[in-house]
């Protein structure tokens, strides 16, 4: 939304970078919401998987340019997630479990 | 929580959940009093206005069933910790916007919102700053 700051300061990417090893992580962004963090962590990244079931807000994290390469978008629900076992380095809930 | 479960299963053996959520201190007796502070910001001061009311019982509630589940379906918590998320917003318009749709209609008193209201009026480069405690969790699959 324009004219909102979410954590210009970076300080929950800076927490994660210093206890999680992202580089060529796969990652499961479960319940993306607008794909804020996915965006954030993705210069580290291999890929990463968003899923929401919201398309709307889906649709704001596919708009990102950040994820454009990278990015992968599904709806689904977190409780029947539509992927093989093991195929994943990380499952990211932000305020989302 | 099935959640966990389904990411558990699609993890790789050495894999990890990060969860980040509201961070409710052990001595609240209320799910809703969790303290998202707002302040005015402006070129001379940061000024304390009030605290919004927002419902967090479904985050809540859920921290109660994530301790269980992460002990069945054997997660090791490596990492803990509390931080404070900050918000930003250019004004009283965005501030209301963005409290309808994304922070469930949070509420703030009003006295609180009459202040706020007043110091933004008379501070032109003001902003609207909110402090969110969070909690960032690691769990690593075991």
């Known amino acids: 939304m324009k004219g909102v700051r979410v954590d210009p300061e970076r300080r929950e990417v800076r927490l994660l970078m210093k206890q999680v090893s992202f580089a060529g992580a796969r990652v499961l962004d479960i319940g993306t919401g607008n794909g804020r963090l996915a965006s954030r962590l993705s210069s580290w990244i291999h890929s990463v998987t968003a899923v929401d079931l919201s398309r709307e807000e889906l649709r704001q994290a596919y708009d990102r340019k950040r994820l454009d390469k990278i990015g992968h978008f599904a709806v689904a629900d977190a409780s029947h997630l539509p992927f093989r076992d093991g195929s994943f380095d990380i499952a990211l809930f932000s305020w989302s479990l | ?142």
Request: charged share 25%; net charge neutral.
């Open chain 2, 1 to 142: 929580m099935h959640a966990l479960c389904e990411a558990y299963r699609i993890l790789t053996v050495s894999g990890c959940v990060i969860d980040i959520r509201p961070f409710f201190p052990g001595s609240m007796s209320s799910p809703t009093e969790l303290s998202q502070k707002v302040f005015c910001v402006t070129e001379e001061d940061k000024i304390f206005v009030g605290t919004l009311m927002r419902d967090f019982t479904k985050f809540y509630f859920a921290d109660l069933v994530i301790d269980k589940t992460i002990k069945d379906n054997n997660f090791l918590t490596t990492y803990d910790t509390n931080f404070v998320f900050r918000y930003y917003l250019d004004s009283t318009e965005v501030f209301d916007r963005y409290r309808a749709n994304c922070w469930d209609k949070a509420s703030l008193g009003p006295l609180e919102t009459k202040r706020l209201n007043l110091l933004m009026e008379n501070n032109s480069k003001a902003i609207i700053q909110v402090d969110t405690p969070v909690q960032i969790r690691v769990l690593k699959k075991q």
